[in-house]
């Protein structure tokens, strides 16, 4: 009894000194954070603050989009996206694993009756001999080295990961929906003008013939006139072909056959005042590709946890159990009830290197995970500062171009009435020129207010909008 006593207090010693060094090798600790460096550390920092609700980002994608037709056009994306199906289906099969993760601690459970008959020809008159057994065995993993608590964790790091992502998906849609949304009300605008255009310039080819006849301008003047007029009928075919395609794109968005959207050319974006110069860490931490990055390096991170926990012993406990008639080379009947318990301890000695060369590629994984956070981190911060940027410019420069289209509407209808005057000043040339320039900056003014839908759109999108 004491030799017992002693090994099993030599086997625990052994117990507590292999947890220690496991302790220390941080196999068991849970992932948290880095804060190596001023980015990560400041990260970190906002993780721990809650999320402001009022933040541009952080608001229901009704709140800012209240167009009624734009608003049922994304909840018909949300609902028939195929994109947006399989992200759905990427959380359902990563929740799929995280369960059987959770379930491994449990042990496994098998059922297998047989039977079999035998019978002997030297005596012809003999019956055959029946043997059954009907066996129950439990097998059980005994999780000291954190094996399966490793594969549990980054089980679940994977599936917040899939939810980051459907996330990341289900704003792109929205985003992709309205600016497809306004760019078709753009282009409706640019038909618009262009249309009236060409008919003010059919006018001007009927004017240039009537002076032509009264002797006030040569044919150079009705040719050049014709040759406008027919280049506006060419940029309105090329229109045409644009709006064709961005309802297409639409439909693809919507997940049903291509059709033509009836979006009004006057659909306007209500635009919210954003007076900062900058965004907080704490929204761009609200970003579902951020959070998804992150995710990522936990999974590296358990990854390379259980690559350091192969390098340890494996603890089962097996049972076996049943009722059978077969004791040995006897059959007896009635059959007896059995029991047969056993545990082993496998450790690996030698695998040719191939625990080794685990962990070296578990660790090399783990620091591209914390590359690939810290980039995204920092191209958050660029595509907000580019978000931004492009809106506020927008907004100059349609204001700029709106006052441009005034001035060139007076020079046009001034232009015009001087060259029917007789004007020596004024030639068919400056009536061309004036109602060139006027088309053009209509076409810029309707190109810059889709520009600063889209600037909004994307920063909505850049901060994670879309819940």
């Known amino acids: 009894m004491k030799m017992k006593s002693g090994k099993f207090t030599l086997l625990a010693l052994v117990a507590v000194g292999l947890t220690a060094t496991l302790g220390s090798c941080n196999i068991y600790k849970k992932y948290e954070t880095p804060d190596t460096t001023a980015l990560m550390a400041e990260y970190k920092r906002v993780q721990q603050q809650e999320a402001d609700s009022l933040a541009f980002g952080n608001l229901r994608w009704q709140s800012v989009f209240t167009d009624p037709m734009l608003a049922d056009l994304i909840e018909q994306a949300l609902a028939n996206n195929t994109n947006l199906r399989n992200a759905r289906l990427n959380v359902e099969m990563a929740h799929a694993q995280l369960k059987g993760a959770r379930l491994s601690y449990l042990p496994s459970v098998a059922?297998?009756?047989?039977?079999?008959?035998?019978?002997?020809?030297?005596?012809?008159?003999?019956?055959?001999?029946?043997?059954?057994?009907?066996?129950?065995?439990?097998?059980?993993?005994?999780?000291?080295?954190?094996?399966?608590?490793?594969?549990?964790?980054?089980?679940?790091?994977?599936?917040?990961?899939?939810?980051?992502?459907?996330?990341?998906?289900?704003?792109?849609?929205?985003?992709?929906?309205?600016n497809c949304y306004y760019s078709i009300a753009a282009l409706e605008s640019q038909l618009q003008v262009s249309r009236s255009t060409s008919e003010i310039w059919y006018e001007s080819v009927q004017t240039m013939k009537d002076l032509k006849e009264a002797g006030k301008v040569t044919e150079v003047a009705v040719v050049q006139s014709e040759a406008q007029y027919y280049g506006i009928l060419a940029s309105i075919t090329d229109l045409e072909v644009s709006l064709d395609e961005m309802n297409n794109t639409m439909s693809l968005l919507l997940n049903v056959m291509p059709q033509k959207w009836a979006i009004s050319a006057d659909a306007r974006m209500s635009i919210p005042e954003i007076m900062r110069e900058s965004i907080p860490m704490r929204e761009l931490a609200s970003r579902p590709d951020v959070a998804a990055a992150e995710r990522n390096l936990a999974v590296a991170y358990y990854s390379t946890n259980s690559a350091r926990a192969a390098f340890y012993p494996g603890l089962n406990i097996t049972a076996n159990g049943g009722f059978t008639n077969l004791l040995g080379s006897a059959v007896v009947n009635p059959g007896k009830f059995f029991i047969n318990l056993a545990g082993s301890l496998t450790a690996p000695l030698f695998s040719r290197g191939a625990n080794i060369a685990r962990l070296e590629a578990a660790k090399a994984q783990q620091q591209q995970a914390m590359n690939n956070f810290e980039y995204a981190l920092l191209s958050a911060s660029a595509e907000v500062s580019d978000a931004m940027t492009l809106y506020d410019k927008s907004v100059e420069k349609q204001k700029s171009l709106e006052k441009q289209a005034e001035k060139l509407t007076l020079a046009v209808d001034y232009t015009q009435d001087l060259l029917r005057l007789g004007s020596y000043n004024t030639t068919y040339l400056d009536v061309l020129t004036a109602q060139q320039s006027l088309l053009q900056a209509q076409i810029s003014s309707i190109t810059a207010r889709n520009n600063q839908h889209r600037a909004l759109i994307n920063l909505y999108q850049s901060l994670g909008g879309g819940r």
């Open 111 to 178: 059922l297998g009756p047989n039977g079999s008959g035998s019978k002997f020809f030297v005596n012809p008159h003999q019956s055959l001999s029946w043997s059954y057994q009907i066996p129950l065995s439990v097998s059980w993993e005994i999780d000291i080295f954190g094996k399966l608590l490793n594969s549990k964790r980054g089980a679940q790091a994977a599936y917040e990961q899939s939810e980051d992502y459907a996330q990341a998906v289900r704003s792109q849609i929205i985003a992709a929906v309205a």
